[in-house]
Nanobody
Framework: QVQLVESGGGLVQPGGSLRLSCAAS??????????MSWYRQAPGKERELVAG????????NYADSVKGRFSISRDNNKNTVYLQMNSLKPEDTAVYYC????????????WGQGTQVTVSS
């Protein structure tokens, strides 16, 4: 079955960097039927899309709030998707979730357990 396991969260000072990892199993991250994304949810707020990468061509997209600071990528050999986060701000504090979406018009979402990112001095 599909499983997503995130890692790499932690406490970092403003301006610092972290790299989150999402190890996938039960499918391959290059499978055309899946799209991979990172979401985040801060306390009292709705879950929001941070970054996404298409399986086929590797096209990426980002929320305006993270453009130029975050980068999503994947390692096909390790079947892992990454989120490199630079120039972190306190408002980036949230639980970050890896998402795999199978399908387009009719779809199913798979989620990891989440990893906490705290940006504070």
């Amino acid at each position: 079955q599909v499983q997503l396991v995130e890692s790499g969260g932690g406490l970092v000072q403003p301006g610092g960097s972290l790299r989150l990892s999402c190890a996938a199993s039960g499918f391959t991250v290059t499978d055309r039927n899946y799209a991979m994304s990172w979401y985040r949810q801060a306390p009292g707020k709705e879950r929001e899309l941070v970054a996404g990468i298409e399986s086929a061509g590797g096209t990426t997209n980002y929320a305006d709030s993270v453009k130029g600071r975050f980068s999503i990528s994947r390692d096909n050999n390790k079947n892992t998707v990454y989120l490199q986060m630079n120039s972190l701000k306190p408002e980036d504090t949230a639980v970050y979730y890896c998402n795999a979406r199978r399908g387009v018009f009719i779809f199913r979402d798979y989620w990891g357990q989440g990893t906490q990112v705290t940006v504070s001095s």
